[in-house]
């Protein structure tokens, strides 16, 4: 089960083993930008206030991007906040 708001596990597998060859142009699309407002979402709540099977999916889900995009970890919030210099206490 997700949190509201969220992308359900089923549905992140279902995407994820269709290939993209047999999906619509329309799939596609709607896909890129779902998967990007749950990236969102998944930087903006802490674990701490999801249900647990959200938050498994949310730490694979960074652990995946830290080793595809080489990022050094951190929230988007967190990295909004350093690039606005935020931060700063």
Request: proline share 2%; charged share 35%.
């Amino acid at each position: 089960m997700s949190d509201a708001g969220r992308k359900d596990l089923h549905t992140k597998i279902g995407e994820g083993i269709t290939p993209d060859s047999t999906k619509s142009t329309q799939q596609k699309v709607t896909e890129t930008f779902t998967d990007g407002t749950d990236k969102l979402a998944r930087g903006l709540q802490p674990d701490s206030q999801k249900g647990i099977g959200q938050e498994t999916s949310d730490k694979l889900g960074r652990s995946k991007d830290r080793e595809v995009h080489g990022s050094s970890g951190g929230s988007i919030l967190d990295k909004t906040k350093n690039a606005l210099g935020l931060d700063k206490h």
